[in-house]
């Protein structure tokens, strides 16, 4: 848990001003008699707020007890009272209490405030690393493709590169995928178009048929994008035909023919 972050968020400040949520006031009181940073901050904020409530007190005139004590008569002898009617006046107020009280007022406001301000800040900022992170992840996508990209360019460009069809069968119809392949340099890459989607624990892999003998030729992905072209890491050095099977993610020694789904030969 990150310390400072937590008592940077304002929780602690809620919490000596009384206006916490039961969850918060909980959270607080369990996290200060964890870590003592916590527990040093809060008896700050605690003693800040002790402090200025003195500070803004009024005490009662020193004089009050013998004002009353003189307005007290304790003799043997009453005159008799005389009933006076009591004018009628309006009440009045100690003025110190009621700056006090509004300056409370005040500071309890702009602490809510800031409160609600810095809670809304965190919120922009988790936001803004979540769409950074997404950022980071799609250009480093963009690269790994690129870099597939320009090397499947490289292999084309190379005299004796041939370009074979493969054709999808009835269990991926209107499939249209093309293998780039150099018998010199044993270099494959593959174009894919229109293949079914996978479940996440399965994958496409290619294979060569030498005869009746099937070689792996490299797994690859169902890339959203038409026309991506991806380079194999396998050295083809021979090849009759080319064929496509749905195996699981990693790839299989050998083909499921059940699960051909694409053949194009030579």
């Given amino acids: 848990m990150d310390v400072n972050e937590y008592i940077a968020s304002g929780t602690l400040e809620l919490y000596a001003l009384g206006a916490a949520t039961d969850q918060e006031r909980r959270e ?25 409530a003195l500070t803004y007190s009024a005490e009662p005139p020193a004089d009050l007890k013998e004002q009353i004590m003189a307005k007290l008569s304790f003799g043997d002898a009453q005159p008799e009272a005389i009933v006076k009617p009591m004018p009628v006046s309006r009440p009045t107020y100690n003025f110190t ?49 690129q870099s597939g990209l320009d090397a499947a360019l490289a292999l084309l ?12 069968n009835d269990k991926a119809p209107g499939s249209r995928l093309a293998v780039y392949w150099n018998a010199t340099s044993k270099e494959v890459a593959i174009e894919v178009n229109g293949l079914p989607k996978l479940a996440a624990d399965q994958q496409y892999q290619l294979w060569s048929l030498v005869g009746d003998k099937p070689v792996d030729a490299g797994v690859f992905e169902n890339t959203p994008s038409t026309g991506q072209i991806q380079r194999l890491n396998r050295a083809i050095g021979a090849a009759d035909a080319f064929a496509v099977t749905i195996e699981r993610r990693g790839g299989s020694p050998t083909p499921t023919l059940t699960a051909l789904v694409a053949v194009g030969p030579v």
Avoid: H
């Fill in 97 to 145: 209490w009621v700056a006090a009280a509004a300056i409370g007022l005040i500071i309890l406001s702009f602490a809510l405030f800031l409160v609600n301000q810095l809670r809304e800040s965190q919120q922009v900022q988790a936001t803004l690393r979540s769409t950074n992170n997404s950022l980071q992840d799609e250009i480093l996508q963009i690269r790994d493709r």
């Fill in 157 to 168: 460009k190379k005299p004796g590169t041939r370009i074979i069809p493969v054709v999808g």
């Fill in 28 to 52: 607080v009181e369990c996290l200060s008699s964890i870590y003592p940073e916590i527990r040093q901050e809060l008896n700050r904020l605690t003693e800040a707020m002790e402090n200025y």
